[in-house]
């Protein structure tokens, strides 16, 4: 894409995330203060990191087969609709642990916000601001590759999210912790059992 282009799509996703404070929070993460850790944010970009490369570069190859290596235009309007397409939706499936994520529902202005951002995304591509930007026209049958697409890259993300929160769980830490929420639970609950 070019500059202008790759500033609106960053323009837009920012525009959409500026709505995650007003976000409802899960029942279960209220229940207890969260921790800073560090690590946990360093394994989670090692994990789901590459995904997201792997649709990049299959978004890529898949535009290549459909429009041809002449059609830049066209490459550059499917390369910002898909990119804002995902990395947007992504952002309901990683904000909560629940799967799928749909289970938990995101604050209104949030869900608004993601809602005109996918809107943007399409429209400015096919308006005449389109044609100013840089952006060319796309088949119908774009369309579809972007619906499969996405629906495969929030699917593989859910699928890696249980085993990911599975094995962050089982860790040492997470596991002493736990084992102390419990003590204190009891201890608590039954304070005749501390004499």
């Not at 990049?56 to 898909?82: C, P, Q, R």
């Not at 399409?122 to 840089?134: A, E, K, N, Q, R």
């Given at each position: 894409m070019s500059p202008g282009q790759i500033l609106l799509n960053n323009l837009i996703y920012d525009a959409s995330q500026t709505a995650i404070p007003s976000d409802d929070v899960d029942p279960e993460v209220?229940?207890?203060p969260a921790r800073w850790d560090v690590h946990a944010i360093e394994r989670f970009m090692v994990v789901f990191g590459?995904?997201?490369?792997?649709?990049?570069?299959?978004?890529?190859g898949l535009l290549i087969l459909m429009l041809g290596t002449k059609n830049?235009?066209?490459?550059?309007?499917?390369?910002?609709?898909?990119?804002?397409?995902?990395?947007?939706?992504?952002?309901?499936?990683?904000?909560?642990?629940?799967?799928?994520?749909?289970?938990?529902?995101?604050?209104?202005?949030l869900g608004a916000a993601i809602?005109?951002?996918?809107a943007a995304a399409v429209i400015i591509p096919l308006s005449p601001l389109g044609?100013?930007?840089?952006?060319?026209?796309?088949?119908?049958?774009?369309?579809?590759?972007?619906?499969?697409?996405?629906?495969a890259y929030l699917t593989m993300i859910e699928i890696v999210k249980r085993?990911?929160?599975?094995?962050?769980?089982?860790?040492?830490?997470?596991?002493?912790?736990q084992k102390a929420r419990t003590r204190l639970a009891a201890t608590t609950s039954n304070p005749q059992s501390n004499t």
């Amino acid at each position: 894409m070019s500059p202008g282009q790759i500033l609106l799509n960053n323009l837009i996703y920012d525009a959409s995330q500026t709505a995650i404070p007003s976000d409802d929070v899960d029942p279960e993460v209220e229940a207890e203060p969260a921790r800073w850790d560090v690590h946990a944010i360093e394994r989670f970009m090692v994990v789901f990191g590459p995904i997201s490369s792997i649709f990049d570069y299959a978004t890529f190859g898949l535009l290549i087969l459909m429009l041809g290596t002449k059609n830049e235009d066209s490459f550059h309007t499917g390369w910002f609709v898909e990119s804002l397409f995902t990395q947007i939706l992504v952002v309901l499936a990683i904000r909560t642990r629940m799967s799928p994520f749909w289970r938990s529902r995101p604050s209104k202005q949030l869900g608004a916000a993601i809602v005109a951002a996918l809107a943007a995304a399409v429209i400015i591509p096919l308006s005449p601001l389109g044609s100013v930007i840089g952006f060319g026209g796309l088949p119908w049958q774009f369309w579809l590759l972007l619906v499969g697409l996405v629906a495969a890259y929030l699917t593989m993300i859910e699928i890696v999210k249980r085993f990911f929160d599975r094995y962050e769980t089982r860790r040492p830490e997470a596991v002493a912790r736990q084992k102390a929420r419990t003590r204190l639970a009891a201890t608590t609950s039954n304070p005749q059992s501390n004499t």
